[in-house]
């Protein structure tokens, strides 16, 4: 309410209120005049009421009456305008619920006027509503009135006003029931004393209902009053109606609010004496009419039954029975029956249809079935209801199979025959559903003796969906599509079963669990409670036993019905899911039945699942015995005879298996089909789940079983366990592929059928064990005379004598002996013995039983085996690749048995010969899995070493001192493996040796986890051997190792390997047995130095640890220079990590930290690695544990430094040998040329820091050199087009590759350590600097590798080269590395320039000469950023050089540097290579500027010092200035760009240095004055020049502006001739020369004739350049000077 009582909703209701008034008044001015007036007052009134009151909608509510009167005035017109603006107007005001009771009825007589003359319906309609929806104020015959008036509206002519007012009815009716609803929850608290109801003949007057339920009530009767054709009491004014319409209210009603019927009585006598007597009167023609009979004899014409109110009246009969069944008990019982009726096969399909999805209704109701039972099958004298619908369904089932359907005009009955002649003729069946004949069955289908119903998807499990009873639209009655009724009707059967079944074991678990609770609490009872416990105790026993009275009536009452239907079903099934449905309701309600102690129905259930899983007419008395009883009692279903169907054999059903039958004569062959063995699967589950319930229908299945057994061929396996035979000897036992994929797991069931057993009780138990004697009685006959032996060539027979033995021996080692076997050596020997003995047979069933046993004797025997266990063994050892994968892989079970359960209880001894076996399995051949596994267990056995190691060693130890005094008592050598070891470490070596072998087992995957399993127990177990063994470890088992991995990986073949066996892909990094050698290689490689790194400190105490180290080397050297990436790379990972030893001694002072060099250098390769190796190693020693395990006090061993030393220079010359050899140029280029990768190499020179570290006091210029051919010759390295686009950097970005940044980083360490090192390590500076410098070149000419053909990235801005352009190589881009370079080189200088070396190897005429390159070339360079770099290094280097040079001047180190850096100079300034076309303005004035710091650095760093510096060189700078001066334009600009190209700037600092230099004013040197006379006079000449020229061309140009540059250059001049004179005036007089004065003042005259010009900058400039000359002014002196000549 708060949304229209707020003061702004008030104010706007008030505001619209007056503006509707008005706009009443304005239509109504000219026809309507007492409206108009009414609509004013109106005006007022609103006004008066919204002055004088605070609550202006009670206000408002109290006068409605009059406020709404012009409105129904205006309404009163009759004109559609005025009356909608009225309506509208209305509507707002009842939507503010400002209308009274009274205003509410006027409304509602102007609303009936207006119906009556068919004015503005819909508007009406939705008045009404809205009036009834937003308050309670209109009652009784207002309300009447306008309900009438929506049912009169709903039968106009008029189609969308009808629809409108059915669905305004409806709301309004719906409105009506919960209003009453609000008012029981409004008055629930006060309980009123119910009045008796006189039966008084008129019912208007229902004194004792409160209102709103008081027009329900009234409502509700006419709503009876007029489906029954009679006239309403209340509804006054209805003029016609519909049945149909009727029936659908009733029942929304009915459905909505069943808590009003069921609350008032008034309302439930409605229900019994007017609802109900309605019904059963409209279903009269329903239940006359016969199909087919003629009715013209009949004098009194039966009315045929019409589908819409018939199926409302259904919908109503369900709602009744589901919600007011409780009321209506006598009701409900006429209704079912009726139902029931209408399943007959004399009624319309599509009432028989209707009918049937009402039952399903029902039926997944179970409580309500269960009500059933007990208000009707459990009393005296009433009709058996729910036997009736249950017996019903299974007769309507039949019927359809029986009787071809007719009913149904648009199906063409089926042409049954049709299947005995064979021809395939469709039938038609419901529209777009097509059913082959003949052939097999399309559609999942029924089909009986011919006729053929296809089974439809109509509901989900467990709920009702109706179709038809949903179509209230339709008048005629629809066609129903075959087999949807049947669909239904076999639905309705198995929710039924679902629903019963679920209820009753439910309730049966309840009471089970009370039971128990309650005789708990009953045993223990205190005192004062034991009355009241006994007391509970027996009443719920009382309740007990009637509820299982009624679950046994439900069970009895249906349990016929349904297995004829079921049976009847099973044998029509031609669909799997269908056929496991109807099986699946057989096996519950059998085990129902069992639960509750139903024998007769149990074993009936039973004997239908085990016909279906026997071919048809199978000779089985015990079945044929328990159906005859059962077939003589014929079921009467409603007075019918109907006889149990017995199965056709007809059935299209496909055969899976053809197999003897069990008998004692042989006779023919039986077929079992698919269903047979569906049915077995369900008989297996009855049995396995339900052995409880069974009883003494243990019989019938387990003969069932066996003869089952018999026909599929199945053999016994170990300890009886069935198993299918892989070729049945047989003679005719045929079993399709579709039956082989079940056989397995019929069989495992079958095989753990008698497991279970041991969850039955005795009584169970019991009855399971006399079936079993029944039959092995039987069973015996048959077998008599034949000997059991298991040498028989029958291989039944060999199998069941192979059987006996293995018995045997198991119940002898079984038995409780008297003293215990495992004491009794002697006779657990003669028992275990012949068990080996079986290893001679060659038969493999033999080997499988025999197996079988010794797997059955660990799982019972194995903790007291003892001294049989070398026999238990040696059964698994003796087991070769050829004996088949099924013997293996038994053998393998126990052997894997035997090392997760038994390695505790077995003697030490013994461990050997397991490692044996379990290497063995290792390397046979059959079986991958098999070989993997059996790595695994070789892992969990070093663990279980590992674990109890201790123990191991003590009894070990205990034999060996027994052997050994043996061995010398017999006077001969003790005789085992790796004699002088330990016996423990001697077990150890076993196991390594084992996993050695396993290494290079041909198949790639057991050599990859046998290598990861190897160097995982050596790292993680190494510690618990003796320090002599590890002599062994390394000779005899890694390197050892080594050796046979590197010659078969060097043998390979480079075939390439289609697919792994099977159709597993292979990777292409691994297609060739090279390449999965190659793996291993790198696994074997990387273990082995990562034990030489993580156990160092064990093996250098060794001795012969150097010629380890030299062997370790030489193996990493070969896999280095190995024709394979993989595993070059693997190699120099592995040499990376021997290299990151640090002897103990340095870092005991900071145990935590795990070794590193002190470098910063990316110890790990980049990210470009290959596949990292598989399983990571575990280190279990952190360097702090290694430190710990030497005692506290004393320090640790350090080995002689010396030996270390040697160590590291034989690691050095190593990497000299793998560098020269993978960096150089091969001789001859062609395809196949191999070319190391950018990885390997990158990987290669980030080793050199770390080795450096250790060699880098006695490292020297040799060394140096030797690493400069390896670092040029790596960079130089091309990469392969295909790695190209992952290593390039694209253009954008000038990044150095890893490769070239690990180059930088090595140049870079050895600088560090020539920095701090000694006075002769110095020496080396000049090398470093000629390398970096070679490396500088390459940004303009690359490096060549030999002949191969590359392609350059050159200049990304001309030739923008394709990455995949045919060449096979690409040659790295260098500009970003030489540019790196050029940095390093300046760093470097900066820091070394006075080095003694450095001065005397002339290093800075190389830098400038180098630099040169760059400088020259300028915009030819490849990137422009190059030449850049090279001028600001040059000034770098010339900023710290010339001084330098100057201090040096004197010893001559520097004179050819001079004439060097002038040519650069040249070169650079006056470049000959011209700047490229698009070269933007600004980027032009940048490079300007560069020029001009050179210039800069002319005048700061050269000229102030000319006296130290050869004068030749002066005169080259002079002479360059004085060019730079002089305006030089480029010819190749436009006119508008010249004044910018003309390096305008560029010149004037030219000219200001000569000016500079012109007028220093100490000369101190002749020569010096001669530059600045030199200068001068260069100078003014050239002013002279530029100004007649200039006087020249402004004559001749006339009117024209004269070009831009020239103005330009007239102004510079003028300036620098003002500049000029200022100068000279500054300068002391004796320093100017006379010459000169008189070439200044030449220039007036000609500055004079300037002054015409007409450019007005030229003007100010000449203005400038005139003011000086004042200063020559003098009167003219008497006596002629002599300098004026």
């Known amino acids: 309410m708060s949304g229209t009582s707020s003061p702004g909703a008030v104010k706007k209701l008030l505001e619209n209120m007056q503006g509707d008034l008005r706009g009443l008044s304005l239509e109504c001015r000219k026809?309507?005049?007492?409206?108009?007036?009414?609509?004013?007052?109106?005006?007022?009134?609103?006004?008066?009421?919204?002055?004088?009151?605070?609550?202006?909608?009670?206000?408002?509510?109290?006068?409605?009456?009059?406020?709404?009167?012009?409105?129904?005035?205006?309404?009163?017109?009759?004109?559609?305008?005025?009356?909608?603006?009225?309506?509208?107007?209305?509507?707002?005001?009842?939507?503010?619920?400002?209308?009274?009771?009274?205003?509410?009825?006027?409304?509602?007589?102007?609303?009936?006027?207006?119906?009556?003359?068919?004015?503005?319906?819909?508007?009406?309609?939705q008045t009404v509503l809205v009036l009834l929806t937003t308050n309670t104020v209109v009652h009784d015959e207002a309300l009447s009135k306008a309900i009438v008036l929506c049912f009169r509206l709903h039968f106009t002519k008029d189609n969308i006003t009808n629809n409108t007012a059915a669905a305004t009815v409806r709301q309004v009716v719906t409105v009506v029931f919960e209003r009453v609803v609000a008012e029981d929850e409004r008055y629930k608290d006060t309980i009123d004393q119910p009045v008796a109801v006189q039966g008084?003949?008129?019912?208007?007057?229902?004194?004792?209902?409160?209102?709103?339920?008081?027009?329900?009530?009234?409502?509700?009767?006419?709503?009876?009053?007029?489906?029954?054709?009679?006239?309403?009491?209340?509804?006054?004014?209805?003029?016609?109606?519909?049945?149909?319409?009727?029936?659908?209210?009733?029942?929304?009603?009915?459905?909505?609010?069943?808590?009003?019927?069921?609350?008032?009585?008034?309302?439930?006598?409605?229900?019994?004496?007017?609802?109900?007597?309605?019904v059963i009167k409209l279903f009269s023609p329903n239940i006359k009419f016969r199909q087919g009979s003629s009715t013209s004899s009949s004098p009194a014409p039966v009315e045929k039954p019409y589908f819409p109110i018939c199926m409302r009246l259904l919908r109503v009969v369900s709602v009744l029975i589901k919600q007011f069944y409780s009321l209506l008990v006598t009701e409900c019982e006429i209704f079912l029956s009726l139902l029931v009726k209408f399943l007959d096969a004399d009624k319309p399909q599509w009432l028989r249809a209707v009918a049937v999805e009402s039952i399903h209704r029902l039926c997944v109701q179970p409580q309500l079935l269960r009500s059933f039972c007990q208000s009707y099958d459990m009393k005296q004298h009433s009709t058996k209801v729910f036997r009736d619908i249950v017996n019903a369904l299974g007769s309507f089932i039949q019927s359809l199979f029986l009787v071809p359907s007719t009913g149904n005009t648009s199906a063409t009955p089926n042409q049954t025959g049709s299947n005995a002649s064979g021809?395939?003729?469709?039938?038609?069946?419901?529209?777009?559903?097509?059913?082959?004949?003949?052939?097999?069955?399309?559609?999942?289908?029924?089909?009986?003796?011919?006729?053929?119903?296809?089974?439809?998807?109509?509901?989900?499990?467990?709920?009702?969906?109706?179709?038809?009873?949903?179509?209230?639209?339709?008048?005629?009655p629809p066609t129903i599509p075959e087999g949807y009724a049947m669909s239904v009707a076999f639905h309705c059967l198995l929710d039924l079963v679902r629903g019963i079944t679920t209820m009753i074991e439910g309730e049966l678990g309840e009471a089970e669990t009370v039971n128990?609770?309650?005789?708990?609490?009953?045993?223990?009872?205190?005192?004062?409670?034991?009355?009241?416990?006994?007391?509970?105790?027996?009443?719920?026993?009382?309740?007990?036993?009637?509820?299982?009275?009624?679950?046994?009536?439900?069970?009895?009452?249906?349990?016929?019905?349904?297995?004829?239907?079921?049976?009847?079903?099973?044998?029509?099934?031609?669909?799997?899911?269908?056929?496991?449905?109807?099986?699946?309701?057989?096996?519950?309600?059998?085990?129902?039945?069992?639960?509750?102690?139903?024998?007769?129905?149990?074993?009936?259930?039973?004997?239908?699942?085990?016909?279906?899983?026997?071919?048809?007419?199978?000779?089985?008395?015990?079945?044929?015995?328990?159906?005859?009883?059962?077939?003589?009692?014929?079921?009467?279903?409603?007075?019918q005879n109907v006889q149990m169907i017995s199965p056709s054999s007809e059935s299209h059903q496909q055969v899976v298996a053809v197999g003897q039958p069990l008998a004692l004569q042989p006779q023919g062959t039986v077929m079992l089909t698919s269903k047979n063995i569906q049915c077995m699967r369900t008989l297996l589950n009855l049995a396995h789940c339900h052995g409880a319930v069974l009883g003494t229908s243990w019989q019938l299945v387990l003969a069932t079983l066996q003869h089952l057994v018999w026909i599929l061929g199945l053999k016994p396996g170990v300890g009886g366990a069935l198993k299918p035979g892989r070729a049945v000897e047989g003679p005719s036992t045929v079993l399709t592929t579709a039956v082989m994929t079940d056989l397995p797991v019929i069989s495992n069931i079958l095989s753990r059928l008698f497991e279970s057993s041991q969850y039955l009780d005795d009584v169970s138990l019991h009855h399971l064990i006399n079936a079993l004697c029944s039959l092995s009685l039987e069973a015996m006959d048959m077998a008599y005379g034949n000997n059991k032996v298991c040498q028989h060539p029958n291989s039944r027979m060999r199998e069941w004598g192979a059987e006996a033995l293995t018995s045997l021996i198991k119940a002898g080692l079984t038995f409780s002996h008297d003293p215990p076997l495992s004491q009794n050596q002697r006779l657990q020997l003669l028992l275990l013995n012949p068990l080996k003995e079986l290893s001679n047979i060659s038969h493999p069933d033999i080997g499988i039983k025999q197996l079988e046993c010794v797997l059955q004797i660990l799982q019972s025997q194995g903790d007291s085996l003892g001294p049989g266990w070398p026999l238990v063994l040696g059964v698994m050892g003796a087991i070769r690749s050829d004996q088949g994968e099924s013997l293996i892989r038994t053998a393998f079970q126990c052997l894997q048995l035997v090392v997760t359960d038994f390695l505790p209880t077995m003697p030490c001894t013994c461990l050997q010969i397991v490692v044996e076996v379990a290497g063995n399995f290792g390397l046979h051949n059959q079986e991958l899995n098999i070989s993997l596994t059996s790595i695994g267990l070789l892992w969990n056995i070093s663990d279980y070493f590992f674990q109890r190691?201790?123990?191991?060693?003590?009894?070990?130890?205990?034999?060996?001192?027994?052997?050994?005094?043996?061995?010398?008592?017999?006077?001969?050598?003790?005789?085992?493996?790796?004699?002088?070891?330990?016996?423990?470490?001697?077990?150890?070596?076993?196991?390594?040796?084992?996993?050695?072998?396993?290494?290079?087992?041909?198949?790639?995957?057991?050599?990859?986890?046998?290598?990861?399993?190897?160097?995982?127990?050596?790292?993680?177990?190494?510690?618990?051997?003796?320090?002599?063994?590890?002599?062994?470890?390394?000779?005899?088992?890694?390197?050892?190792?080594?050796?046979?991995?590197?010659?078969?990986?060097?043998?390979?073949?480079?075939?390439?390997?289609?697919?792994?066996?099977?159709?597993?892909?292979?990777?292409?990094?691994?297609?060739?047995?090279?390449?999965?050698?190659?793996?291993?290689?790198?696994?074997?490689l990387a273990g082995v130095a990562r034990i030489f790194n993580t156990r160092r400190y064990l093996l250098q105490p060794l001795g012969d640890f150097s010629q380890a180290w030299d062997v370790l080397l030489d193996h990493i050297q070969s896999a280095a220079l190995s024709k394979n990436n993989e595993v070059s790379l693997a190699a120099l990972k592995s040499f990376q990590e021997i290299l990151q030893i640090v002897s103990p001694v340095r870092d005991s002072e900071k145990p935590d930290t795990p070794p590193a060099i002190n470098v910063s250098v990316p110890v790990v390769v980049g990210t470009t690695t290959a596949t990292s190796l598989g399983r990571s190693f575990m280190r279990t020693d952190s360097i702090g544990e290694r430190i710990g395990r030497y005692s506290g006090s004393e320090p640790p061993v350090i080995t002689d430094e010396i030996e270390d030393l040697n160590l590291w220079w034989a690691a050095w010359n190593s990497w000299y040998r793998i560098g020269s050899e993978s960096t150089?140029?091969?001789?001859?280029?062609?395809?196949?040329?191999?070319?190391?990768?950018?990885?390997?190499?990158?990987?290669?020179?980030?080793?050199?820091?770390?080795?450096?570290?250790?060699?880098?006091?006695?490292?020297?210029?040799?060394?140096?050199?030797?690493?400069?051919?390896?670092?040029?010759?790596?960079?130089?390295?091309?990469?392969?087009?295909?790695?190209?686009?992952?290593?390039?950097?694209?253009?954008?970005?000038?990044?150095?590759?890893?490769?070239?940044?690990?180059?930088?980083?090595?140049?870079?360490?050895?600088?560090?350590?020539?920095?701090?090192?000694?006075?002769?390590?110095?020496?080396?500076?000049?090398?470093?600097?000629?390398?970096?410098?070679?490396?500088?070149?390459?940004?303009?000419?690359?490096?060549?590798?030999?002949?191969?053909?590359?392609?350059?990235?050159?200049?990304?801005?001309?030739?923008?080269?394709?990455?995949?352009?045919?060449?096979?190589?690409?040659?790295?881009?260098?500009?970003?590395?030489?540019?790196?370079?050029?940095?390093?080189?300046?760093?470097?200088?900066?820091?070394?320039?006075?080095?003694?070396?450095?001065?005397?190897?002339?290093?800075?005429?190389?830098?400038?000469?180098?630099?040169?390159?760059?400088?020259?070339?300028?915009?030819?360079?490849?990137?422009?950023?190059?030449?850049?770099?090279?001028?600001?290094?040059?000034?770098?280097?010339?900023?710290?050089?010339?001084?330098?040079?100057?201090?040096?001047?004197?010893?001559?180190?520097?004179?050819?540097?001079?004439?060097?850096?002038?040519?650069t100079f040249e070169d650079f300034l006056f470049t000959k290579s011209t700047p490229p076309y698009n070269l933007s303005v600004q980027e032009f004035q940048k490079n300007e500027s560069i020029d001009v710091e050179v210039v800069q650095l002319i005048s700061t760093e050269i000229l102030p010092y000319a006296n130290f510096i050869p004068k030749e060189f002066v005169g080259q700078i002079m002479t360059m200035l004085n060019k730079g001066s002089i305006h030089s334009q480029s010819s190749s600009f436009t006119e508008a760009e010249i004044d910018i190209r003309m390096r305008e700037e560029f010149s004037?600092?030219?000219?200001?240095?000569?000016?500079?230099?012109?007028?220093?004013?100490?000369?101190?040197?002749?020569?010096?004055?001669?530059?600045?006379?030199?200068?001068?006079?260069?100078?003014?000449?050239?002013?002279?020049?530029?100004?007649?020229?200039?006087?020249?061309?402004?004559?001749?140009?006339?009117?024209?502006p004269l070009p831009r540059q020239q103005v330009t250059e007239i102004i510079f001049v003028l300036k620098a001739v003002s500049t000029l004179i200022d100068s000279l005036k500054k300068t002391q007089p004796e320093n100017v020369d006379a010459n000169t004065w008189a070439q200044v003042i030449a220039l007036y005259p000609t500055l004079v004739e300037c002054i015409t010009c007409s450019s007005s900058e030229v003007r100010s400039a000449l203005k400038e350049a005139l003011v000086p000359f004042k200063d020559f002014m003098h009167p003219p002196a008497s006596k002629v000077q002599n300098g004026a000549s």
């Open 200 to 278: 008084n003949s008129n019912r208007r007057s229902v004194s004792t209902l409160k209102p709103c339920a008081k027009d329900a009530y009234m409502l509700f009767q006419d709503l009876c009053q007029l489906v029954n054709a009679d006239a309403p009491y209340w509804l006054v004014g209805m003029t016609e109606m519909t049945r149909t319409f009727g029936l659908e209210l009733l029942e929304s009603v009915l459905n909505d609010f069943p808590q009003v019927f069921l609350q008032h009585q008034e309302f439930s006598f409605l229900l019994k004496e007017r609802v109900c007597p309605l």
């Open 1548 to 1600: 004037k600092v030219c000219f200001e240095t000569l000016l500079q230099f012109s007028f220093s004013n100490k000369v101190t040197t002749p020569q010096e004055g001669y530059i600045s006379r030199m200068a001068l006079s260069v100078l003014l000449k050239r002013s002279q020049d530029v100004l007649h020229r200039y006087i020249e061309d402004e004559r001749l140009s006339g009117k024209c």
């Open 31 to 125: 026809k309507f005049p007492p409206v108009k007036e009414a609509a004013e007052s109106g005006i007022i009134k609103v006004k008066t009421i919204a002055a004088r009151n605070s609550d202006i909608l009670a206000a408002l509510k109290e006068n409605s009456s009059e406020v709404v009167q012009p409105f129904l005035m205006g309404c009163g017109t009759k004109e559609p305008k005025i009356t909608q603006l009225c309506l509208a107007a209305i509507q707002r005001l009842m939507s503010h619920e400002v209308v009274s009771e009274a205003a509410a009825g006027n409304i509602i007589n102007m609303l009936w006027q207006l119906m009556e003359n068919s004015l503005e319906e819909l508007k009406l309609l």
């Open 423 to 476: 021809n395939t003729s469709s039938a038609q069946t419901s529209p777009g559903v097509v059913g082959m004949r003949g052939g097999a069955t399309v559609l999942p289908a029924f089909e009986y003796r011919g006729t053929w119903i296809p089974i439809l998807n109509v509901t989900v499990q467990g709920s009702a969906k109706a179709t038809y009873l949903e179509m209230l639209d339709k008048v005629e």
């Open 949 to 1084: 190691g201790e123990i191991i060693e003590k009894e070990l130890n205990k034999e060996e001192a027994v052997l050994q005094k043996q061995a010398e008592e017999k006077g001969v050598m003790l005789n085992r493996p790796f004699h002088p070891a330990s016996p423990f470490d001697c077990l150890w070596l076993c196991l390594y040796a084992k996993l050695g072998e396993l290494c290079v087992d041909p198949r790639p995957a057991v050599r990859k986890s046998a290598g990861q399993t190897l160097f995982s127990t050596i790292g993680a177990h190494g510690t618990l051997l003796q320090h002599s063994t590890w002599h062994t470890v390394i000779w005899k088992v890694l390197f050892h190792l080594l050796d046979r991995v590197r010659e078969s990986s060097t043998t390979a073949d480079k075939e390439k390997i289609e697919s792994g066996g099977g159709n597993i892909l292979i990777h292409h990094s691994r297609d060739t047995a090279e390449k999965q050698w190659a793996e291993t290689w790198v696994l074997t």
């Open 1224 to 1463: 150089r140029p091969p001789i001859t280029c062609d395809k196949l040329t191999f070319i190391p990768s950018q990885p390997f190499l990158t990987a290669l020179i980030q080793i050199f820091p770390a080795l450096y570290q250790h060699i880098k006091t006695g490292f020297s210029m040799d060394d140096l050199q030797k690493l400069g051919v390896i670092l040029h010759g790596a960079v130089s390295v091309p990469i392969s087009s295909d790695a190209s686009p992952f290593i390039l950097p694209s253009y954008t970005e000038a990044v150095l590759t890893s490769l070239q940044e690990a180059v930088l980083t090595a140049l870079d360490v050895l600088q560090k350590a020539i920095c701090v090192g000694s006075e002769s390590m110095q020496i080396m500076y000049p090398a470093i600097f000629d390398q970096l410098l070679a490396f500088v070149e390459f940004s303009c000419k690359p490096p060549q590798y030999g002949q191969l053909e590359t392609k350059h990235i050159a200049n990304a801005k001309y030739n923008q080269i394709q990455l995949f352009a045919p060449a096979e190589w690409v040659a790295l881009n260098y500009v970003p590395f030489a540019e790196r370079s050029v940095e390093v080189v300046v760093d470097l200088y900066q820091k070394t320039a006075c080095h003694k070396a450095v001065v005397t190897e002339k290093v800075l005429q190389n830098i400038i000469k180098t630099l040169r390159i760059p400088l020259s070339l300028k915009y030819s360079c490849p990137s422009e950023s190059t030449w850049k770099l090279a001028v600001s290094s040059l000034l770098k280097v010339l900023s710290i050089g010339l001084p330098v040079a100057r201090q040096h001047a004197s010893s001559g180190k520097f004179d050819s540097m001079w004439p060097e850096l002038a040519n």
């Open 516 to 639: 128990e609770t309650t005789a708990e609490t009953t045993s223990l009872p205190t005192q004062s409670s034991e009355q009241q416990d006994l007391q509970s105790v027996s009443n719920q026993s009382e309740k007990d036993l009637v509820s299982r009275a009624v679950w046994e009536e439900m069970v009895n009452a249906c349990w016929c019905g349904l297995l004829a239907a079921l049976s009847l079903l099973l044998d029509a099934s031609t669909d799997e899911a269908a056929t496991e449905s109807i099986l699946k309701a057989e096996l519950t309600m059998a085990a129902l039945c069992g639960r509750l102690g139903l024998v007769t129905s149990r074993d009936a259930f039973i004997t239908a699942i085990c016909k279906g899983s026997l071919p048809p007419h199978y000779a089985l008395t015990v079945l044929n015995s328990t159906t005859a009883a059962l077939s003589s009692k014929s079921y009467s279903i409603q007075g």
